[in-house]
């Protein structure tokens, strides 16, 4: 069963405006974090963002914000004032803490958000 | 300071041949994850090291291996190449296992297998 889920292959956003990437999980782990990264044609991820599941506020950073609904099992992503640099693959992914491999992060399979002028 | 950097950048390899993947961590950083990430799809994952000892394994055959050495830099090595092995493959490393401790990824070895 896939653990992340990110429906939206593809998405496209005018420059300035906002966006919002959606991602599903699935765990039994009380215990667990959601990352948010980014990656650009270059090939490297970029960490944007991390959302811890006790974490009773939403985490922000920057542009970024996680829309965390935790009874939703979902931890969407939204970009503010969108940039021609915010083109790239945005990648979901998860770690749970009882796994015995708090190391090993789980990942969707993607959107790509292309951003236009 | 320089982030995590990975050896080659680039590698063609035909299908029996064995590879080896190089990857040096953020300075101070213990751990050393690897991921292959086949074309368009999300990074699976292959190994952990933390201070020189796996720690995790993801579900890859056993021509898959790795290690770490005492600097805390990190070889992948995969025997027996087949086409399905062509793939980006991803080092990572940080300074814990803690939950919340990011990874930070380097750019990555393309493989193609022929």
């Known amino acids: ?117 | 300071d320089a982030g995590v950097t990975q050896s080659p950048t680039h590698l063609i390899k035909t299908r029996g041949q064995h590879v080896t993947l190089r990857c040096s961590p953020i300075s101070g950083h213990k751990s050393v994850s690897w991921y292959q990430q086949v074309l368009g799809q999300g990074p699976q994952f292959i190994f952990q090291y933390y201070e020189k000892e796996e720690r995790g394994r993801g579900n890859f055959p056993d021509r898959f291996s790795a290690r770490q050495f005492p600097n805390y830099s990190s070889e992948l090595n995969v025997n027996a190449l087949l086409l399905g092995d062509s793939a980006l493959y991803l080092c990572a490393s940080s300074l814990s296992r803690q939950l919340n401790e990011k990874l930070f990824f380097g750019s990555g070895t393309q493989l193609s297998v022929l």
């Open chain 1, 1 to 117: 069963a896939q653990k992340i889920t990110q429906t939206q292959p593809g998405m496209f956003v005018q420059e300035k405006e906002a966006v919002t990437l959606d991602c599903t999980y699935d765990t039994s782990d009380p215990s667990y974090g959601l990352f948010w990264y980014k990656q650009p044609s270059s090939g490297e991820m970029i960490f944007l963002i991390y959302q811890g599941s006790y974490d009773q506020q939403n985490a922000t950073e920057g542009r970024y914000s996680l829309n965390f609904q935790k009874a939703r099992k979902s931890a969407n992503l939204v970009i503010s004032a969108s940039q021609l640099g915010d083109s790239a693959m945005y990648f979901c992914a998860m770690r749970e803490h009882g796994s015995g491999n708090t190391g090993k992060l789980i990942f969707g399979q993607g959107t790509t958000l292309q951003v236009k002028p």
